[in-house]
Nanobody, 120 residues
Framework: QVQLVESGGGLVQAGGSLRLSCAASGSIFSINSMGWYRQAPGKQRELVAAISGSSTNYADSVKGRFTISRDNAENTVYLQMNSLKPEDTAVYYC???????????????WGQGTQVTVSS
């Protein structure tokens, strides 16, 4: 079993900052990537940022404002969100792609989500 513990969401005024964290634990042999997705009401879930090894990928809408980082020793991923805008309001989900053993297939796993609300 794998657990993802997310934290750091909340309410912030436009222009403010928040830092999300997601700690993975359990039967993890290796991690392919970790990342954050978000889903606003009435919209599809979309990629915000992901990190795989030393490579990062960001949605165009957050480039220059958000920074993803990872603590490999703690299997934790962080999302530093600066200059937040009302359109960043959404439920943010942690995503983990991992293998439970050397020969197993990669598994895609989601956190429960944390609400981020940016007021204007």
């Amino acid at each position: 079993q794998v657990q993802l513990v997310e934290s750091g969401g909340g309410l912030v005024q436009a222009g403010g900052s928040l830092r999300l964290s997601c700690a993975a634990s359990g039967s993890i042999f290796s991690i392919n990537s970790m990342g954050w997705y978000r889903q606003a009401p009435g919209k599809q879930r979309e990629l915000v940022a992901a990190i795989s090894g030393s490579s990062t990928n960001y949605a165009d809408s957050v480039k220059g404002r958000f920074t993803i980082s990872r603590d490999n020793a703690e299997n934790t991923v962080y999302l530093q969100m600066n200059s937040l805008k009302p359109e960043d309001t959404a439920v943010y989900y942690c995503n983990l792609q991992y293998k439970s053993s050397y020969i197993s297939r990669s598994v895609n796993y989601w956190g429960q989500g944390t609400q981020v609300t940016v007021s204007s």
